[in-house]
């Protein structure tokens, strides 16, 4: 439940700056603003200021700026006029320009939002947890998909250290350079034995999730940092510290050998070889199995914890800028995608499943302590801040974009369009709306069902 919540928070603090932009902009272009809420549906709270009546209504999911005049192109088609009536302080007697700057206040405010977001995140400093840059050619255990890291020639124990231009550190900063860079060149090194080779690949494309995959899973050395209580490790008696030597007197070089070893056991005692404060001891371990069906013992593995720093005011804006932008640059991409074999199902989600994502991502983020959780539920908002605004300037009737492409329309021939024109505009970028919400809806129940 408190994931639902923390949920329709963030979706509702990311809406909420996106409409706050239209009213502080629609106040000063002289437009009146008659109501401001946070929430929809029926107020539970409500104030009046300077003609504006502020509520808040039961459903918490976003809000809504209601502009004086908003309904007059309605009105206009229905008496079936040749020009929209207006009155002092309606939105269209506003000019062209102020309308547009209206509109394009919304997102601008989403941007600026990510960019002060992400630049407060890279002022203050963050730390994470990953694995070292050692990879496992998932062919080694898919021998019936060869992966576009065999086909370069990468070989399970290889250390990736350069993507592009780019020096690579951690399994984490392979993980984010290749996600994005689907069907593209990358061009790599890595090290084999003290020498260092170079290769290039091209990421396949993941079509659930829409980013780059090249077939590699990191090193994991099996160290044991965490026993769930009552797991089977639990029971056998494993403890943090231990490091798995063997199962069944197969060498366990890393987890995946672990995984593929259980797996063909099914739920058979095995006995394993420990390490512990510099002796050799064996346990007897009955494996259980995730919801999944997979086997599991319960445990967790020692990873390497990285910190980004702290950096200054100006410098932490820039970043935040700048991660903006690639977020952008990803978002376009994205769309791209769309056509090359992703699958929509996955890809376009509704209200439900965004807020679910972003309280599960919090969620996880809170597991490794509060700095870690606020960092994971506010970098996720900022993506969806960016998301917002792009598509929100996307020349769609009914949003932002198209209602801009309209009024630039009118800047460039000079005079008002017909009503009509804009009614029948307006009616078909509703439908499109609406189509998408119930296909994106329709996901989202299947989506809840099969979890």
């Known amino acids: 439940m408190i994931n639902v919540v923390v949920g329709l928070f963030g979706l509702g603090l990311v809406v909420f700056v996106h409409e706050l932009g239209h009213l502080l902009v629609a106040k000063k272009m002289g437009i009146a603003v008659e109501a401001f809420s946070v929430g929809w549906g029926r107020k539970i709270w409500s104030v009046t200021r300077g003609g504006t009546e502020y509520r808040i209504s039961w459903l918490p999911i976003g809000g809504y700026c209601k502009m004086q005049g908003e309904h007059a192109l309605l009105k206009a088609w229905q008496e079936k006029s040749s020009s929209i009536t207006v009155e002092k302080g309606d939105f269209y007697a506003a000019r062209p320009w102020q309308r547009i700057l209206v509109l394009l206040a919304g997102p601008a405010v989403n941007f600026f939002f990510a960019v002060v977001v992400l630049g407060i995140i890279a002022m203050i400093g963050y730390s994470f947890f990953t694995f070292p840059n050692k990879i496992i050619l998932a062919d080694d255990y898919h021998p019936d998909r060869q992966g576009p890291a065999a086909q370069a020639g990468l070989q399970t124990g290889d250390l990736i250290v350069q993507i592009d231009s780019q020096r690579v550190e951690s399994f984490r900063d392979i993980q984010s350079l290749v996600s994005r860079s689907a069907q593209q060149d990358?061009?790599?090194?890595?090290?084999?034995?003290?020498?260092?080779?170079?290769?290039?690949?091209?990421?396949?494309?993941?079509?659930?999730?829409?980013?780059?995959?090249?077939?590699?899973y990191p090193w994991i050395e099996p160290v044991i940092s965490q026993v769930i209580p009552g797991s089977p490790a639990d029971m056998a008696g494993l403890r943090p510290g231990d490091r798995?030597?063997?199962?069944?007197?197969?060498?366990?070089?890393h987890s995946i050998a672990l995984e593929a070893l259980l797996q063909t056991r099914a739920s058979a005692p095995v006995t394993a070889e420990i390490s512990r404060d510099g002796e050799i001891i064996s346990l007897r371990i009955v494996p259980g199995h995730t919801d999944e069906g997979t086997p599991s013992l319960g445990i967790g593995y020692k990873a390497m914890e990285v910190s980004s720093g702290t950096i200054g005011p100006l410098g932490g804006l820039k970043t935040g800028f700048d991660q903006s932008l690639e977020i952008l640059h990803l978002t376009l991409r994205s769309i791209s995608l769309l056509f090359s074999g992703i699958d929509l199902n996955q890809a376009l989600m509704g209200p439900a499943r965004i807020t679910y994502m972003v309280g599960e991502v919090a969620a996880e983020g809170f597991r490794a302590g509060l700095g870690a959780g606020l960092f994971s539920f506010f970098n996720f908002l900022s993506l969806i801040s960016i998301t917002l605004f792009f598509m929100n300037l996307l020349p769609i009737p009914a949003l932002d974009g198209g209602q801009i492409l309209l009024t630039g329309v009118e800047i460039i021939t000079r005079k008002p369009?017909?009503?009509?024109?804009?009614?029948?505009?307006?009616?078909?970028?509703?439908?499109?709306?609406?189509?998408?919400?119930?296909?994106?809806?329709?996901?989202?129940?299947?989506f809840f069902a099969r979890s």
Request: glycine share 8%; hydrophobic share 45%.
């Open 186 to 216: 990358l061009s790599l090194k890595y090290q084999r034995e003290d020498q260092e080779f170079s290769t290039t690949l091209v990421p396949a494309l993941n079509p659930s999730t829409g980013a780059g995959y090249i077939g590699i």
């Open 417 to 446: 369009l017909h009503p009509r024109l804009v009614y029948h505009y307006q009616v078909a970028g509703n439908i499109i709306i609406v189509g998408l919400m119930f296909f994106a809806v329709f996901n989202d129940i299947l």
């Open 244 to 253: 798995i030597l063997a199962v069944e007197g197969q060498e366990i070089p």
